[in-house]
């Protein structure tokens, strides 16, 4: 197929967007659980020497209890908490948030401007990459996505720049989703789906010739 153009699938380049999203999220909950493991380790060492004063000094020991002092926001979660349940606002743009979402969302961006950061940057480029574009000049989403990479390297997120740079190596099959009238490989995939029930529904392929030609006759 001499003239046929290749394009980058949307559905898998915006996967890989939130996956670097998601990986930030999942960042700012490790800093907390390895405070709360060192937290925890420190609480260990102080209880072994705790116990062992108290045999020396012939006294009953007796076992504390291990508290973490998270902070606890207005909202009633704490910092863990808050950072698990914002995991689906961040597939969403703000409009499409409810009132509770909404809420959560100013106590997270403000106690993780890293994540706000992230977030903002995920939604320009969703912007960028929307139906209203395709059929745009050349030049102009170009210059937009010109303009993404060099905001992505200003904010130094390394999450954002590793997608930043698979963009830009498949930036030629991306564009061409917007020249090729948004065109993707959702039929193929749905084409890809159909048969494998075809397959499962008939009990396997054993023979393949038959199987071809009742597969022409389911689709047509």
Same mark, same amino acid.
């Given at each position: 197929?001499?003239?046929?153009?290749?394009? @980058?699938?949307?559905?898998? #380049?915006?996967?890989?967007?939130? &996956? $670097?999203?998601?990986?930030? %999220? +999942?960042?700012?909950? =490790?800093? +907390?659980? /390895?405070?709360?493991?060192? $937290?925890?380790?420190?609480?260990?060492?102080? &209880?072994?020497?705790?116990?062992?004063?108290?045999?020396?000094?012939?006294?009953?020991?007796?076992?504390?209890?291990?508290?973490?002092?998270?902070?606890?926001? *207005?909202?009633?979660? /704490? !910092? *863990?908490?808050?950072?698990? %349940?914002? %995991?689906?606002?961040?597939?969403?743009?703000? &409009?499409?948030?409810? &009132?509770?979402?909404?809420?959560?969302?100013?106590?997270?961006?403000?106690?993780?401007?890293?994540?706000?950061? /992230?977030?903002?940057?995920?939604?320009?480029?969703?912007?960028?990459?929307?139906?209203?574009?395709?059929?745009?000049?050349?030049?102009?989403?170009?210059? @937009?996505?010109? !303009?993404?990479?060099?905001? #992505?390297? +200003?904010? @130094? +997120? /390394?999450?954002?720049?590793?997608?930043? *740079?698979?963009?830009?190596?498949?930036?030629?099959?991306?564009? =061409?989703?917007?020249?090729?009238?948004?065109?993707? =490989?959702?039929?193929?995939?749905?084409?890809?789906?159909?048969?494998?029930?075809?397959? =499962?529904?008939?009990?396997?392929?054993?023979? %393949?010739?038959?199987?071809?030609?009742?597969?022409?006759?389911?689709?047509?």
């Amino acid at each position: 197929m001499p003239e046929a153009d290749q394009v @980058g699938d949307k559905f898998h #380049v915006v996967k890989l967007l939130f &996956e $670097a999203g998601q990986s930030v %999220r +999942i960042g700012e909950k =490790n800093i +907390i659980n /390895t405070e709360k493991r060192e $937290a925890y380790e420190d609480f260990k060492k102080k &209880e072994k020497a705790r116990e062992e004063k108290c045999q020396k000094n012939g006294k009953q020991y007796k076992k504390r209890k291990f508290e973490f002092n998270e902070k606890i926001f *207005s909202n009633g979660e /704490t !910092q *863990s908490e808050l950072l698990t %349940r914002s %995991r689906y606002l961040l597939y969403k743009f703000p &409009e499409q948030w409810n &009132e509770k979402q909404e809420y959560r969302s100013k106590i997270l961006f403000s106690e993780f401007p890293k994540l706000e950061k /992230t977030y903002k940057l995920i939604c320009n480029f969703r912007n960028w990459y929307s139906k209203k574009n395709i059929g745009a000049h050349e030049l102009f989403l170009e210059k @937009g996505l010109y !303009q993404w990479y060099e905001d #992505v390297e +200003i904010s @130094g +997120i /390394t999450e954002l720049m590793n997608f930043s *740079s698979t963009v830009e190596r498949n930036q030629e099959y991306i564009l =061409n989703y917007f020249y090729n009238n948004g065109a993707s =490989n959702a039929k193929a995939e749905n084409t890809n789906g159909q048969i494998k029930k075809f397959i =499962n529904s008939n009990q396997g392929t054993r023979d %393949r010739d038959f199987f071809f030609f009742r597969l022409t006759k389911y689709f047509t």
